[in-house]
């Protein structure tokens, strides 16, 4: 859901951000992360939400390029304006250069980038804008740019993978059904119309089979359409996030798999943690931006934490007590408390919930697939041996 919260984001300047949030508390608490004090809350109507969709994800504008330019640009010794001014200038697209401009322009009227960049929730999440503002206190942008891009490039690595091995099963799943709607809807009733004409008495199976062969063909249009209807609603539902919550709590359900999944969400909570700490952002403000990147029963479990290390207990322990760690997590999080580097240990426990995430999918995958495999032809294998039986038994009474 999204809410207007109103800020005063100068000292003589209102302004308003709009956060996705599950309620007027969590958005309030969102916007005070980010530095602003918090005027009001408001919920917005749910037909606002579409166009702010279209905006974030419809038009094409990648974070992660703007930030390897922006840091390019920088390192090469530009100021900031002559950077962002630069990448204005090259930009091709209407939004995408309005947008820069509407940076730039904050930026000549003396505000920070940081609060630049605030103005703009759609594109730049509260996980960017928070880095930013930690280094504009050292003064050292690029540092945080340069975090950003290695934090977004280790996610992708992991989602990629996972996006691969989820490809093969997903084609195979497509091509076995067509190739078994085609048997049905083409072949099948074919079969049967040579059986009724020959008279033979076929195997109960076999009449089944011809049975459904004929509904749908009488049906071909109505089926293709109910088919291509569920493929929409399915389409559709994945593009809403309380559909895609409800997928991923149903799959997280299945054996061996809730933990799995648990790893990797909390991967992508260290490895935000880990870059909020190395721009010295405090631990609990730092939990409270990541916690959205995580479901809602973690969600629920990081701000416990956050509160108790709030009220002085160690961050290993309060960790610890709501499910946050592993056993070998928990020895690297008091290492780190020992040695005050808790931003490298954050991230160096990020990476083995990876490589488990990565070894997992691969062993998951070689499992998977010859399984699928064995299912969708042994299916299609029935289909075709049900058609031929009948032939098989005439020829076994002649001889």
């Excluded at 005063?8 to 969590?26: N, S």
């Excluded at 916007?31 to 009001?40: E, I, K, N, P, R």
């Amino acid at each position: 859901m999204q809410f207007q919260v109103r800020v005063m984001q100068e000292p003589d300047k209102v302004g308003a951000l709009i956060l996705d949030a599950r309620d007027a508390e969590e958005a309030a608490g969102l916007a005070t992360a980010q530095g602003h004090a918090v005027l009001s809350v408001k919920a917005r109507a749910a037909w606002p939400s579409l166009p702010s969709w279209g905006r974030r994800f419809g038009s094409g504008f990648q974070l992660t390029l703007f930030s390897q330019e922006l840091l390019a640009l920088l390192r090469a010794g530009l100021s900031l304006v002559e950077a962002l001014e630069t990448l204005a200038e090259k930009e091709t697209r209407g939004e995408q250069r309005k947008l820069l401009r509407g940076i730039i322009a904050g930026l000549y009227e003396g505000h920070a980038l940081s609060s630049a960049l605030g103005r703009y929730p759609c594109y730049f999440p509260a996980l960017y804008v928070a880095a930013v503002r930690a280094s504009e206190k050292t003064g050292d942008v690029a540092e945080a740019l340069a975090r950003y891009v290695s934090y977004q490039a280790q996610v992708d690595v992991v989602r990629k993978r996972i996006v691969s091995a989820a490809i093969y099963p997903a084609l195979l799943l497509i091509v076995g059904g067509m190739v078994m709607l085609f048997l049905l809807l083409y072949v099948v009733p074919k079969f049967s119309r040579i059986y009724e004409d020959a008279g033979h008495e076929l195997p109960v199976l076999s009449r089944l089979l011809m049975a459904w062969g004929r509904l749908l063909e009488n049906n071909g249009p109505l089926v293709i359409a109910i088919m291509l209807g569920l493929l929409g609603g399915l389409a559709y539902a994945v593009t809403r996030p309380g559909s895609r919550r409800w997928f991923i709590e149903q799959f997280s359900r299945l054996p061996g798999v809730g933990e799995h999944l648990r790893t990797f969400h909390l991967a992508r909570f260290h490895r935000g943690m880990g870059m909020l700490l190395h721009g010295g952002i405090p631990a609990v403000t730092a939990m409270g931006m990541v916690s959205g990147l995580l479901p809602p029963p973690q969600r629920v479990a990081v701000e416990q934490a956050a509160k108790a290390i709030g009220e002085g207990k160690p961050i290993s322990l309060a960790m610890e007590r709501h499910g946050l760690t592993t056993p070998v997590s928990m020895r690297l999080l008091r290492v780190g408390e020992r040695t005050g580097d808790m931003g490298v240990m954050m991230e160096q426990i990020a990476n083995l919930y990876d490589e488990e995430t990565a070894r997992w999918v691969d062993w998951f995958t070689r499992l998977f697939e010859p399984i699928l495999m064995v299912f969708i032809g042994g299916l299609i294998g029935l289909i075709v041996l049900l058609m031929y039986l009948p032939i098989f038994e005439l020829a076994g009474s002649i001889q």
